[in-house]
């Protein structure tokens, strides 16, 4: 079968985060099966798979929203454990959920550093909660950002996120998530609501993280943009890996047919 | 942004509401509004219609009248501050006046058993922050919606200050609670005052701009700042020389715009405002980002019950007394709400400012003292003031950004 030969572990770059054998229960439910998953940095690894499939529950497992049942998780070289989403942020692996989690009432540069405003110096006295913001140094770091990921059609970091187009906010989600240190960044369905030219800038935003030597984690149910944006694409199904591939290797009727029904030849590669 | 030739008055009005300086228009144009009615369009009215009139009389816009209104008004916005903070997490206090009422009664009665007046006030204050901060722990911890908590507290407070004043009516004659409401700023000083901050506000906004120029960030045009600037020092200097030409500024006015300038800095410039306005612009996005929701929503309780025990202390000492019907029975409660909601606050949570809510105070205040001169009955000035606040909140509807969902 052709997934054989690109399966995990062969002509692959070196992972950078690196999931065996996760196992995860709801219940009765058996949600992951013992699934396999890596992603190396300066990659786009999609993680495909049908409703149902287990790409949430792996994303969600990955980002500490759960802690895996079993499991091994490797950084680079060594063996670690992620059991909440502080430990996950302390690896430096950062999510950007499908619901984005903006701020609609506050300025881009307030979302971007939301939770972490950089104070001004002095004020000793006052505990952190109560110094002045140093917006001038918040809006250079926003600006910063948004230039990094040269999110073109961004006015200024000044105005509202609640006038902005889904796009942007996608964008603006993103460099939230790439702006705290992190070197692996999950994105679910990021396209899932947009039009053509909003998916267009968003993809162009992927693509400058994987320039910027990020290694990310692409959930997606469009294939179209799959196979526009991916390195290698893993396919899961109910809770168990089917296979990954080089996206030079396949074609999305072969990623269709292995996302509904599976591989005929059951050699391993599903384990 | 929309072509210019597409724009309507709602999206001009939304945009509008989008600048910091553009929050305060439509509450102002409010004011101007019953300003111009009361001051200028009734007497004159007033003088046409009676063939007796000897002259026009400008009783409302009188410095005396001005005098009596902010005094009048300076309880109901030191609530809608307070009231405001809660607001903008997205939640209400209902019990904002009957803590004062708890706190004022309680004030009588620790100066009447020989507590000296400052220590009072500040044991009072203190009771003040357990009164909100103990809301907010059933609000954040337990879970309890805040509208159900301090409907609950409304009423447990009511009860609790008929325990305290079971006459319901007590003296207060300490020299430093009377002080607070007693005590003018001479005329001098009031204007060296106003100087003051006038030069302070412009030094302020020049010192930004150079270090926004200094560090390559996009500049506000220069008009922007001087019209603020220019703006703010006639609002400031009309104040003050109003207040002069009848008696002098009064400290307790003072107390009010240092109070609010401090909370409104607190709101707007340091972590913990913004992370008020976070948690009431979408609270799952500032639990991610790892704010303590709950505790910001105990502390955000917490100041309501500071500025409520101040706004008790300031009642006690204006009206020399505390009575049940001045605090917790009467309409005082219902004025701040609709004060904090006039002045642009939104109910949904993430939108306001505690300077609106002083803008509110005086919209309501305006109007049951316009409608006092008028000779207009209760029962009409109860029905203006829904009025009034059903357009606020219908104003507040409209300019909401489109597609922005109402939380």
Redesign the interface.
Known sequence: MTGKDSAVGRSAPPSHLRVYGVHKRFGGVHALRGVDFEVARGEVMALVGDNGAGKSTLMKVIAGAHTADEGEFWMDDRQVTVNS??DAAELGIQVV?Q?L??????DVS?NLS????P?SSGWRILP??????D??EM??RA?KAINRLEVRTLK?V?S?V??LSGGQRQAIAIARAVGTESSVVLLDEPTAALGVAQTRQVLDVVKRLRDTNHAVVYISHNLRDVFEIADRICVLRHGGNVATWSVKDTAPDEIVGAMTRGLDVRDGNAA | MLPETNRTIVDRLRELRQTRFGAFVPVLLALAAIWFYFGVAVPLWDFWSDPDATGIRFIFLSPRNIYNLFMQSAVIATLAVGITIVLLLGDIDLSAAATAGVCAALLGVLVLAGVPGWLACLIVMGVGIVMGAAQGLLVAYVGIPSFVVTLAGLLGYQGLMQKILPTGNLNIGDPFVRSIARVLIPDFWGLVLATALVAFVTALALRRQARRKARGLELDSGLAIWGQVAFFAVLVYAAVITMNSYRSLPLMILLLVALTALVGWVTTSTPFGRSIFAVGGNAESARRVGMNVKRIRVAAFGIVGLMAAIGGIFGASRFGSVSYTAFAGGSLLLESIGAAVIGGTSLFGGRGSVWNAILGALVIGSLGNGLDLSGASAADKLMFSGAILILAVAIDSISRPAGGSPR
């Open positions: 989403p502080h959920y619901d989690a903006l701020c609609e009432n506050l307030a939301l939770g972490a405003e104070v952190r909660m109560l110094r002045p913001i917006d001038l809006e250079v600006q200024s000044r509202n609640g006038g």
